[in-house]
């Protein structure tokens, strides 16, 4: 059964203080694998793709790798508009042509002043 | 370039009504897929549509149903509502199936 799941379930760092995200996968091959932040109240965010083992994308202090069972997102020196949950999700290649997502319970990250 | 809109974004039934919700896609895709969303199950899929057609459903009850039309709106159906079927349901849409998947803000369900 293709799955995800995301550690810490909840971080608490420091303003500046830098850490990384977890987020391991099983799927019957990986057609794609996609980071999403939601803030409370809104729909999730797109963030980056990676595709491959040894990718790596990134966007102002934030950067995900990839590996053939889990993906990190690393932040550097966050700041308080880091906070916000961060959603990992997979697309599996299947049989059947689908872009159907599934989804890690995601971390919720907080960055204190 | 205007993003995914949803509506309505908020909503009250009770138990035993249907509700429609609403998706319209990014201009110019022509994938859309519908999430639901719950503190305790996360974001679970509901359905995929491409060009009219449903691509593929999620392990979900009869009772949630769904449609695309030929501009590429979409709308989902949930019969006979349930206290369980609160939730915030989420629409994506991408260029095509398989591409990568923008959301939009939600529609908020609450059945009392």
């Known amino acids: 059964e293709d799955q995800v799941t995301q550690s810490p379930e909840a971080l608490r760092l420091q303003e500046g203080e830098s850490s990384s995200l977890n987020c391991s996968y099983t799927?019957?091959?990986?057609?794609?694998l996609f980071w999403y932040r939601q803030d409370p109240g809104k729909g999730p965010e797109f963030l980056f793709t990676?595709?491959?083992a040894g990718e790596e994308k990134e966007k102002e202090r934030l950067k995900a790798t990839l590996t053939k069972k889990e993906s990190f997102l690393h932040i550097t020196a966050p700041k308080p508009e880091d906070s916000a949950t961060y959603l990992c999700?997979?697309?599996?290649?299947?049989?059947?042509?689908?872009?159907?997502?599934?989804f890690g319970q995601g971390t919720t990250l907080q960055v204190k002043p | 370039k205007a993003g995914v809109t949803q509506t309505p974004r908020y909503l009250i039934k009770t138990r035993g009504q249907q509700v429609t919700l609403s998706c319209s896609p990014i201009?110019?895709?022509?994938?859309v897929s519908w999430y639901q969303q719950t503190p305790g199950q996360g974001l679970q899929f509901l359905f995929e549509?491409?060009?009219?057609?449903?691509?593929n459903k999620g392990n979900f009850p009869g009772r949630f149903s769904g449609r695309q039309f030929s501009n590429s709106r979409s709308e989902m159906n949930v019969s006979t509502l349930e206290l369980g079927d609160s939730a915030l349901y989420l629409c994506?849409?991408?260029?095509?199936?398989?591409?990568?998947?923008?959301f939009g803000p939600g529609t908020r369900l609450l059945v009392l």
């Open positions: 201009s110019g895709h022509r994938s």
């Open positions: 994506a849409s991408s260029l095509g199936v398989g591409e990568t998947q923008y």
């Open positions: 999700a997979v697309q599996a290649r299947g049989s059947s042509n689908t872009g159907k997502l599934i």
């Open positions: 799927v019957s091959g990986l057609r794609g």
């Open positions: 990676l595709y491959s």
């Open positions: 549509y491409f060009s009219e057609t449903q691509r």
